[in-house]
């Protein structure tokens, strides 16, 4: 499927998903497209390995978890995130290591301070390997740190904005 990009996410320079100076982290990007759902694109490394040549199963959970998280913020804005509440993961086939890997999430329910939501980790052929829903909590980022993380590690990727990007 093709994604009309519209927007790209805020990164950081040390989450363990985002964060661009993390030596071990997955260094995604986040794209909000014209068809409401968040496309994360990103490549694990060895130090994410399970089995061999394997991402481990926590690695995906964390993505799915951090993509649907983040998808409030395509109705909200940069400064609101979904905290889980309850993630639920199924594990449908590996995820290999050193290949540019695709999640897409969405919002299914938003009730006021709850919101739920649902996502897919893809495989290079199109395959889903991975699919997630879950529940979360909005809150304002000056509810989880402080001000000095907005001003001095939460920004825009200076990447060009792709026009469009294909699961």
Not at 88 to 107: A, C, M, T
Request: a negative charge; proline letters at 5%.
């Amino acid at each position: 499927m093709d994604y009309k990009v519209r927007n790209s996410q805020h990164i950081s320079k040390n989450c363990l998903v985002c964060g661009v100076e993390n030596p071990f982290g997955l260094k995604t990007r986040f794209y909000e497209t014209e068809q409401d759902e968040l496309v994360a694109v990103f490549k694990p490394i060895s130090e994410h390995q399970s089995y061999p040549n394997v991402t481990h199963g926590g690695i995906s959970a964390a993505i799915l978890d951090e993509v649907i998280g983040r998808a409030i913020m395509m109705t909200t804005d940069s400064e609101t995130f979904g905290v889980t509440v309850e993630l639920v993961v199924r594990y449908k086939k590996p995820v290999p290591l050193d290949s540019e890997l695709k999640v897409v999430g969405r919002i299914t329910r938003d009730r006021g301070r709850l919101f739920e939501g649902t996502g897919e980790l893809y495989l290079p052929n199109g395959e889903i390997a991975v699919e997630a829903e879950g529940k979360y909590m909005k809150r304002r980022l000056e509810q989880i740190t402080d001000k000095s993380f907005s001003q001095n590690e939460w920004f825009d990727p200076e990447d060009d904005l792709p026009d469009e990007i294909t699961v």
